[in-house]
Nanobody, 122 residues
Framework: QVQLVESGGGLVQAGGSLRLSCAASGRTFSRSPMGWFRQAPGKEREFVAGISWSGVSTFYADSVKGRFTISRDGAKNTVALQMNRLKPEDTAVYYC???????????????WGQGTQVTVSS
């Protein structure tokens, strides 16, 4: 059974930092692009950051560029999202995803975690 399990969410004040982690099991994702998405209440799920299977290439949504950093450890089968200078509008459930394409489109990702809540207070 393939599982992606996120951790590291929580409550933080605006301007603070959080580091999300995603651990994969049941399958290696070392050759798969990975991504982070988020969904705020009443809004559609949106792309946050993506990383190529090699880890060499990354890309970000404009709203988080310069504040968030995605990284991966192929040996440990993990992906992380370092979030700095958090804003109240970053409040959402954050999802890790494993895909078949280096993409910002949710339908290019086959495997999803259950999500972790990030709440940024003003």
């Amino acid at each position: 059974q393939v599982q992606l399990v996120e951790s590291g969410g929580g409550l933080v004040q605006a301007g603070g930092s959080l580091r999300l982690s995603c651990a994969a099991s049941g399958r290696t994702f070392s050759r798969s692009p990975m991504g982070w998405f988020r969904q705020a209440p009443g809004k559609e799920r949106e792309f946050v950051a993506g990383i190529s299977w090699s880890g060499v290439s990354t890309f970000y949504a404009d709203s988080v560029k310069g504040r968030f950093t995605i990284s991966r450890d192929g040996a440990k089968n993990t992906v992380a999202l370092q979030m700095n200078r958090l804003k109240p509008e970053d409040t959402a459930v954050y999802y890790c995803a494993g895909g078949k394409s280096y993409s910002a489109r949710a339908y290019d990702y086959d495997y999803w975690g259950q999500g972790t809540q990030v709440t940024v207070s003003s």
